[in-house]
């Protein structure tokens, strides 16, 4: 049996003469690590990462900038477009309603010739009795007011009512004992005619004008 006690290690190199082991050359080369202090510079793949996240914020501050603006310019171009639309839409109504005056003026110009037609059977009427021919007159006079009537074009009902001058025109006046009828038309000259409320013609119209008896 070996004692291995009594073994004597003759390796210097790699062992101290009391046997404990030496270090090699790279242990002893190798310092020993020390701890890295709080405000150390930072690695350089550290700083990379650093950087490359400030890049990244900063370019999505900048598309948050464009996207504000482009929701500026959207919201611009919508208004200006709403008020093209309501620019238009009225342009059109009125060249609507001016197309409608136009037709009312051409219809009332070309209503006239059967208003003098009119005219004239009234004043045949009345010279006339209630003969055949007069109630024959009378009914194409009607007839004719009728026609009118269809276009939009009314006959004034004028006798009764109190004398308005932006439908008729007082041609006379005449004296009456009834301080009810002053001011009232008593009977037509001339009957008038309105398209849609406004006089195509005016009627001529005799007035009455009440005047207090005299006191003996």
């Given at each position: 049996m070996v004692n291995f006690k009594s073994v004597r290690i003759n390796d210097r190199r790699r062992f101290h003469p009391d046997g404990a082991p030496r270090e090699t050359a790279s242990e002893a080369a190798e310092p020993a690590s020390a701890?890295?202090?709080?405000?150390?510079?930072?690695?350089?793949?550290?700083?990379a990462t650093r950087a490359k996240e400030a890049a990244e914020a900063k370019e999505v501050e900048a598309?948050?900038?464009?996207?504000?603006?482009?929701?500026?310019?959207?919201?611009?171009?919508?208004?200006?477009?709403?008020?093209?639309?309501?620019?238009?839409?009225?342009?059109?109504?009125?060249?609507?309603?001016?197309?409608?005056?136009?037709?009312?003026v051409e219809k009332a110009e070309n209503a006239r010739l059967v208003i003098d037609a009119i005219d004239a059977?009234?004043?045949?009427?009345?010279?006339?009795d209630d003969s055949p021919l007069a109630r024959g007159v009378r009914l194409i006079r009607d007839d004719l007011i009728s026609r009118l009537a269809g276009q939009g074009i009314e006959r004034l009902a004028l006798t009764g009512a109190p004398f308005d001058p932006n439908q008729a025109e007082a041609m006379d006046t005449e004296v009456v004992a009834d301080p009810e009828a002053d001011g009232k038309v008593l009977a037509e000259v001339r009957a008038g005619y309105?398209?849609?409320?406004?006089?195509?013609?005016?009627?001529?119209?005799?007035?009455?004008?009440?005047?207090?008896?005299?006191?003996?």
């Open positions: 701890p890295v202090p709080a405000d150390a510079p930072a690695a350089p793949t550290e700083r598309l948050r900038e464009e996207l504000v603006a482009a929701r500026a310019r959207v919201n611009e171009l919508a208004r200006g477009l709403q008020d093209s639309v309501r620019d238009r839409e009225a342009f059109k109504e009125r060249l609507s309603r001016e197309n409608e005056r136009l037709r009312d059977l009234d004043l045949s009427l009345r010279a006339a309105t398209l849609k409320g406004r006089v195509v013609r005016a009627a001529q119209v005799r007035v009455g004008r009440y005047v207090q008896p005299a006191r003996a």
